[in-house]
Each structure stands twice: as C-alpha cells, then as structure tokens.
C-alpha cells in the first residue's frame, strides 16, 4: 500500500544516501522501499540521469554507426584504389 513520506524524512534520506550510507540500510531504518530512495535520488539529483535502458539504446545506437563508418571508409578507400 502506497504511504505519503513527510518532506521532512524524505530530505534526510536523500542527504544520507548522498553521503554515502546504504541504500538498503536506510530502507530497513526508515520502511521504505529501496526503490523509491533510488527514485527519489534521480529526481532530486538536479543534473540530467539517464537511465540503464536509455543508456544500453545510446550505446548500442553508437555501436552501429562505428560500424556503418567503418563500412563506408571501407569502401571509399577500395573505390580509390581502382
């Protein structure tokens, strides 16, 4: 069941977990679920996250044009050759 997390004990967690406690340890200490730290931290960061998906996409995106690159210098130096 979904409970509203005072302002006030939400910000505590978010300054621990910044400082470097475990997120699972303040989990268990404010019976919260780890997920939601995680989420809070991602939305309050004030800095642009990307998340594992967006990343993996980018990445692999990155991947194919080295490849389509590769491809193309490939053929424009055998094309100068004959």
Do not use: H, Q
């Amino acid at each position: 069941m979904f409970k509203r997390v005072p302002k006030e004990i939400r910000d505590e967690v978010i300054a621990k977990a910044r400082s470097g406690e475990k997120i699972a340890e303040l989990a268990n200490t404010f019976g919260i679920s780890s997920k939601t730290i995680y989420t809070w931290l991602t939305s309050n960061s004030g800095e642009d996250t990307v998340s594992v998906l967006k990343y993996n996409k980018l990445k692999r995106e990155n991947e194919e044009l080295k490849k389509l690159l590769g491809e193309v210098t490939l053929e424009m130096s055998l094309g100068k050759k004959n």
